[in-house]
């Protein structure tokens, strides 16, 4: 009998943050195991539970979410977000220029199919949130990775950006504040970014779920509020900033130069119909959210659950021998390197599994979010503090004996 085989499409496709570390976890929990999940950004997992009006307000109206609703989403809820974007600067943007999703990640893959023709470039940063890469190939393009700083706080290297700029680049994808880092850029980044769009045409895709988690006074600048002559695709949602993962409410922001875009958001406007619509009981929550009380404030002000947990993991690893780690200002991940002097690590893929075998601790190899080499981990900072430091003692004490 023949086989049945997965599209050739899929053969360069990769997930690593649930990739074959993450099946191993999984058997490790069937056989009893207590597994110490860091590799993913989860609030719920860690008691960082939704805002309860949020929760209210869904429960009270899931009547009014038993059918379809426009495909680009409940009025009140794009009205919402086009209150927003007032607040964050990014103006004329109306209601028809906003798009409901199942998450950020649904409206970056549909972004990616009504964009990119076979051999298409789009523009990503080293290190990646590795959605990006996967969706750009996923829709025939190819992703080019630019470098991302680590001397320099991750900030991104405008030098390299330019030159890897052909005449089939289509889109610069910025993450900010970043993931797996925790950059958060400047204004004056952002222009020189905008800037090589302008000259070369590009399209901005500025990815910004974590906007409002900020540390030591940090402040965000949106991409899509600098000018108003490039075409901006902005992305945001409820995963991070109201802890609100598993709602997959996400939503998706086209600014700038929408003149210069009839026909791709046609495109777009066409896929957002044949998924019929995002669903519905999640979108409730859009409206709450944006306009309630902005609990996360409380999180990441000193003295806040995540500042001090941010603080406790930053420093832990810095004291390990061999390991730094550039402070994150934003989003919920330390991204620390191991030098290679002192921890020569060959397969940082095999490192992780052993760790999580030896100390039931899961993390993600840095070249998971391609980057080009092995030295680098990501670290999710949500468990609780005293869960953080014996987490970082066991991380320690297994790097000190660990030898490939």
């Known amino acids: 009998m023949q086989n049945y085989y997965k599209s050739a499409k899929l053969d360069n496709v990769c997930y690593e943050i649930r990739g074959v570390v993450m099946r ?8 009893g195991h207590r597994v110490l999940k860091l590799n993913i950004g989860n609030p719920a997992a860690f008691e960082l539970d939704v805002p309860e009006e949020i929760q209210q307000d869904v429960i009270y109206n899931m009547q009014q979410a038993q059918g379809y609703v426009e495909s680009k989403g409940l009025f009140s809820a794009r009205k919402a977000v086009m209150h927003y974007c007032q607040q964050r600067g990014i103006e004329k943007v109306d209601i028809d220029d906003i798009f409901l999703g199942n998450g950020v990640s649904e409206l970056i893959v549909m972004t990616m199919q009504a964009m990119l ?21 996923l829709s025939s393009g190819k992703p080019v990775h630019y470098r991302c700083d680590e001397e320099q706080n991750w900030f991104p290297d405008i030098d390299d950006i330019r030159k890897k700029i052909t005449n089939r680049t289509r889109a610069i994808v910025l993450i900010n504040p970043n993931n797996p880092t ?32 900020l540390y030591d006074s ?35 922001i086209i600014s700038g130069a929408k003149h210069r875009a009839k026909d791709l958001l046609e495109g777009i406007d066409m896929l957002s119909n044949m998924r019929l619509c995002a669903n519905v009981p999640a979108q409730l929550a859009i409206q709450t959210a944006l306009g309630g009380y902005q609990s996360i404030n409380d999180l990441v002000a000193p003295g806040g659950r995540l500042y001090e947990q941010r603080e406790t993991a930053w420093r832990m690893l ?40 030896q100390e039931k601790i899961l993390l ?29 003692l066991r991380l320690g004490n297994f790097l000190s004996k660990y030898r490939q």
């Open 117 to 137: 023709n076979t051999g298409d470039e789009v523009l990503i940063p080293a290190p990646d949130y590795p959605l990006w890469t996967a969706a750009v190939t």
């Open 318 to 357: 810095n004291d390990i021998p061999g390991v730094s780690c550039v402070k994150p200002q934003g989003a919920l991940y330390l991204f620390p390197r191991l030098d290679p002097k002192i921890h020569p690590v060959v397969n940082d893929e095999k490192l992780v599994l052993d760790l999580l075998l």
């Open 364 to 392: 993600v190899q840095g070249s998971a979010f391609n980057v080009d080499d092995k030295q680098h981990l990501r670290v999710v900072f949500l468990p609780r503090k005293d869960t953080l430091e014996d987490a970082m």
């Open 182 to 213: 925790g950059a958060v850029y400047s204004q004056e980044l952002l222009e020189q970014v905008i800037e090589l769009a302008r000259q070369h045409n590009l399209i901005v895709l500025s990815d910004e779920i974590y906007d409002k988690i």
């Open 24 to 31: 191993e976890a999984r058997r490790l929990e069937e056989e």
């Open 218 to 252: 940090t402040q965000h600048v949106s991409t899509a509020s600098l000018a108003d002559d490039v075409l901006f695709f902005t992305y945001n949602g409820l995963s991070k900033n109201y802890r609100a993962a598993g709602y997959r409410s996400g939503w998706m």
